[in-house]
């Protein structure tokens, strides 16, 4: 069982950062694929983020070149460094974790609020 705690949201003005972590329980997080989604209201939850259990990342193409995801396997804890944040990264951010060996189960964080004002 995996569990994972958000953390780093908030508000922020248009061009701001902030950084998001995902806190993780457990004892395999080196093994777990880590992904950064987000969901507006109405809208399906989008993947923002991905970095494998071997650190490879890969980025929605919105967020290119402003968004950095990164791992800490020490302190079981996922990043996501946001610059040049816009108004329409507004939403709520959700951490994912899947384990990296077939048949893994997929867990959630309870999400974080981001908005951006004008």
């Known amino acids: 069982q995996v569990r994972l705690l958000e953390s780093g949201g908030g508000l922020v003005q248009a061009g701001g950062s902030l950084r998001l972590s995902c806190a993780a329980s457990g004892s395999v997080f080196s093994l777990l694929h880590m992904g950064w989604y987000r969901q507006a209201p109405g809208k399906q939850r989008e993947l923002v983020a991905f970095?494998?259990?071997?650190?490879?990342?890969s980025y929605t193409d919105s967020v290119k070149g402003r968004f950095t995801i990164s791992r800490d396997n020490a302190k079981k804890t996922v990043y996501l460094q946001m610059n040049s944040l816009k108004r329409e990264d507004t939403v709520v951010y959700y951490c994912n974790a899947a384990g990296s060996w077939s048949g893994s189960n997929v867990y959630w964080g309870q999400g974080t609020q981001v908005t951006v004002s004008s």
């Open positions: 970095i494998t259990s071997g650190a490879t990342t």
